[in-house]
């Protein structure tokens, strides 16, 4: 159920920075739905594989090529959903900022309160 509510609010996420930022765009809700879910694919199978191969210049660049590999996943997200669309790498690499941003934002409301 965790997991639903979580895959909702990604797409809610998604919706919402494809109205703000003009270089990003979503189709429909089902569209940015398929995103969410798409993105997470892509950031449990191919990030990792990512990080292992460029290790080296993620340590010279002392972490922040990180950011850029994000990037890279949302234009592969790109490439394989029809109805996303990101115009270059800048763009992606600003959404996938704001989508960090607004993803904890959004999931700290569901966590629970670990006093009870």
């Known amino acids: 159920m965790k997991f639903l509510l979580r895959m909702l609010l990604s797409a809610l996420a998604v919706v919402i920075l494809s109205k703000v930022l003009p270089g990003v765009g979503v189709d429909s809700y089902v569209t940015a739905i398929i995103v969410a879910l798409v993105l997470s694919l892509l950031n449990f199978l191919v990030k990792p594989l990512l990080i292992i191969l460029t290790l080296p210049i993620t340590l010279i660049t002392l972490g922040i090529f990180l950011l850029f590999i994000n990037a ?45």
């Open 72 to 116: 890279f996943i949302i234009l592969l997200a790109d490439y394989f959903i029809a109805g996303f669309s990101v115009q270059n790498i800048w763009w992606a690499l600003l959404f996938s900022l704001l989508l960090s941003f607004l993803q904890s934002i959004l999931f700290s409301l569901l966590k629970e309160d670990k006093k009870k």
